[in-house]
């Protein structure tokens, strides 16, 4: 490795040099810089738990547990200068022992390294937000056998790298990266490189899996929560074109919301169901921030006329922290409870029919404002 002097025109080499040279640990060093900045590994991991102990029967402990964004679990396990002779058997026992871990569980393992680590902080909230999903019931987490091993050291002996080409040709997904440390004076640098598999065969095994989640999803969509959602909007579908025609093209889903138009693009009319609310929104997105929250702040400013003419009290979500914003009138509901599903759609519809009124009387102060 080299460092380039612009100045110069000229480039200078950099010592390699070992982490025992340098007084690096393993859990000390190594496995912080990895815990603290995990897309060094080249993708967008959560890291879940540290040190992990959590196996009946056995008092081992793997470096690093984390998910990867299509939910499956991915064992880190970090060597400094050489990775040993034994780190292949250690990282796929790990993978065995996390196998049979739920969903639930992974959320308590991972409030456990929270409550460490960010006292006060969600699981259920962090994980919600990494896999952009509004319900943990959604959520499809170490499903089957899609656990993953990475292998991180300085050095990796033949016998390590012949075992995982051979694992590899039966399916199991296992990386190796090489990390080396460099130094010239008081400046340190650390490089972290992949090299099994190399990157053209790793792009191959991921679309492997990204298909095999896709069916599992397909899958899903026949069956289960799909199911009851495509049954709930054919229902509420049914009440909301009794009393207007704005839903009357749309057609039930598996996910849960479903959205028209309002007639002026940016502003849909959304419906949205979870295992906790029910709700009819507004919702706010012509693709520009500053234009999204002038359009919410003039109609807050009309707030009062709004809610008159709606005849409710309105919810009003600027979301500064985002792009897009808010209006909606929402309540406790529980959409995969049959039973509860008359009340549900007759108090989602007639909360729509309230807003879209409400809506109505500032369309033309809004297309006033924008292009």
């Given at each position: 490795?080299?460092?380039i002097?612009?100045?110069?025109n000229a480039?200078?080499?950099?010592?390699?040099?070992?982490?025992?040279?340098?007084?690096?640990?393993?859990?000390?060093?190594?496995?912080?810089?990895?815990?603290?900045?995990?897309?060094?590994?080249?993708e967008?991991?959560?890291?879940?738990?540290?040190?992990?102990?959590?196996?009946?029967?056995?008092?081992?402990r793997?470096?690093?547990?984390?998910?990867?964004?299509?939910?499956?679990?991915?064992?880190i396990?970090?060597?400094?200068?050489?990775?040993?002779?034994?780190?292949?058997?250690?990282?796929?026992?790990?993978?065995?022992?996390?196998?049979?871990?739920?969903?639930?569980?992974?959320?308590?393992?991972?409030?456990?390294?929270?409550?460490?680590?960010?006292?006060?902080?969600?699981?259920?909230?962090?994980?919600?937000?990494?896999?952009?999903?509004?319900?943990f019931?959604?959520?499809?987490?170490?499903?089957?056998?899609?656990?993953?091993?990475?292998l991180?050291?300085?050095?990796?002996?033949?016998?390590?790298?012949?075992?995982?080409l051979?694992?590899?040709?039966?399916?199991?997904?296992?990386?190796?990266?090489?990390?080396?440390?460099?130094?010239?004076?008081?400046?340190?640098?650390?490089?972290?490189?992949?090299?099994?598999?190399?990157?053209?065969?790793e792009?191959?095994?991921?679309?492997?899996?990204?298909?095999?989640?896709?069916?599992?999803?397909?899958?899903?969509a026949?069956?289960g929560?799909?199911?009851?959602?495509?049954?709930?909007?054919?229902?509420?579908l049914?009440?909301?074109?009794?009393?207007?025609s704005?839903?009357?093209?749309?057609?039930?889903?598996?996910?849960?919301?479903?959205s028209?138009?309002?007639?002026?693009?940016?502003?849909?009319?959304?419906?949205?169901?979870?295992?906790?609310?029910?709700?009819?929104?507004?919702?706010?997105?012509?693709?520009?921030?500053?234009?999204n929250?002038?359009?919410?702040?003039?109609?807050?400013?009309?707030?009062?006329?709004?809610?008159?003419?709606?005849?409710?009290?309105?919810?009003?979500?600027r979301l500064?922290?985002?792009?897009?914003?808010r209006?909606?009138?929402?309540?406790?509901?529980?959409?995969?409870?049959?039973?509860?599903?008359d009340?549900?759609?007759?108090?989602?519809?007639?909360?729509?029919?309230?807003?879209?009124?409400?809506?109505?009387?500032q369309?033309?102060?809004?297309?006033?404002?924008?292009?």
């Amino acid at each position: 490795m080299y460092r380039i002097d612009r100045s110069a025109n000229a480039i200078s080499s950099l010592q390699e040099r070992s982490f025992s040279s340098l007084g690096f640990r393993e859990r000390d060093h190594l496995q912080e810089w990895i815990a603290k900045n995990p897309s060094i590994l080249g993708e967008d991991l959560l890291i879940i738990q540290k040190e992990f102990a959590g196996f009946s029967d056995t008092h081992e402990r793997l470096d690093l547990l984390a998910l990867d964004k299509q939910g499956a679990l991915v064992i880190i396990e970090n060597k400094l200068d050489d990775a040993g002779k034994d780190v292949t058997w250690q990282a796929l026992k790990y993978a065995s022992y996390c196998s049979g871990l739920s969903r639930d569980g992974i959320r308590t393992i991972f409030q456990e390294y929270l409550t460490k680590t960010e006292p006060g902080a969600s699981a259920e909230e962090r994980l919600l937000e990494f896999f952009e999903v509004d319900d943990f019931q959604d959520l499809r987490l170490n499903q089957g056998v899609t656990q993953r091993l990475v292998l991180v050291a300085a050095r990796f002996r033949k016998e390590v790298t012949s075992t995982v080409l051979w694992l590899m040709n039966y399916g199991v997904r296992l990386q190796c990266f090489r990390a080396t440390v460099y130094s010239q004076e008081e400046d340190l640098f650390l490089s972290v490189d992949q090299i099994i598999p190399t990157k053209e065969a790793e792009e191959y095994m991921i679309g492997l899996a990204v298909k095999a989640q896709d069916e599992i999803v397909g899958a899903e969509a026949q069956a289960g929560r799909h199911t009851l959602r495509l049954k709930f909007w054919a229902r509420l579908l049914a009440v909301m074109n009794e009393k207007n025609s704005t839903f009357a093209n749309i057609s039930p889903q598996k996910f849960n919301w479903i959205s028209a138009g309002s007639g002026m693009r940016g502003l849909g009319l959304n419906f949205s169901a979870t295992r906790t609310y029910g709700r009819a929104e507004i919702y706010i997105d012509r693709g520009d921030r500053d234009e999204n929250k002038l359009i919410f702040d003039t109609l807050l400013a009309n707030g009062d006329e709004m809610e008159r003419l709606a005849g409710a009290e309105i919810e009003w979500e600027r979301l500064d922290e985002k792009r897009s914003s808010r209006l909606k009138i929402e309540r406790k509901a529980n959409v995969f409870d049959e039973d509860s599903w008359d009340e549900m759609t007759a108090f989602m519809t007639d909360a729509m029919v309230r807003l879209e009124r409400a809506l109505d009387s500032q369309m033309d102060r809004i297309r006033g404002l924008v292009r």
